[in-house]
């Protein structure tokens, strides 16, 4: 049986947290994710192109987006909208597709704003798919087996 | 933008049975017989599900005897795991954009930001 330690960081927690502090009101920066006009004049790299999207900004509504990049192939991002709370937070499940439609993988963001009397600080959480991978094999009933496979990993770490 | 092989990666990743096939192999090799217990499916269906985790690279399969026992590949699953760093390239510029963006539109016409 051949384990190597790459295998064990996929089942753990794997997670994207950026902060960042906007020179802005609160209620501004929430509408900056809500309202489409806006949306389109930061979501993406530089030289990305949105050219078609749709958003339903209330739970259970779907968001979806195309971009085309510099080298002229389409990304799609979509998702759904899982919570909305005006002006402080906002959970939406994020799949990228590349250019051949086949989804990546399903990520959950979550989008913290935080007031600091004028400016706003702004969190992003991301979790991925090695934790869907994990809850999938907690469903499965498997969750001692990865146990004891991480046990096992780290016996062989130390 | 991602190599080729990640599509394919994130294709077999993408279905939940295939998941928890994986999740299965991490905890060490298995047949066909043991993968498929769990599942309420046909043998012929579940290895319908490792062909193509196995044209992605992501479990490769002994060639002796009518075994045939499933292993998961480590390196391929790393491939895939750095769609964070594919994320966090995407936010960082986004943000930088957004920072910009809010600078105009408070610098401008305050009143277009808050009543839109």
Redesign the interface.
Known sequence: ????A??A???AE?E?V?T?I???PR???F??WT?P??LV??????GFQTISGRMDVRPGGVWSRSMR?P?G?V?RKHGVYREIVMPERLVLTYI?D???G????E?LVTVTLADLGGKTR?T?H?V???S???R??H????TS??E??VEHLSANAA | MLPDHLSTTYAALADPTRRAILARLAAGEATVNELAEPFPMSLPAVSKHLKVLERAGLITRGRRAQWRPCRIEAERLKDAAQWLDHYRRFWDDSFDRLDAYLGELQSGEQKDGDNS
């Open positions: 049986m051949a384990i190597t790459d295998v960081a996929l089942f794997r994207l950026i960042r906007f020179d802005a209620r501004l920066v509408k900056m309202v006009e806006h004049r930061w979501w993406g790299p530089r990049a080298d192939s990304i990228t590349d250019a051949a086949n989804p990546g993988p990520t702004l992003l991301q991925g798919f090695e869907v991978l994990a999938e094999a469903h499965a009933g498997w087996c990865l004891r496979f």
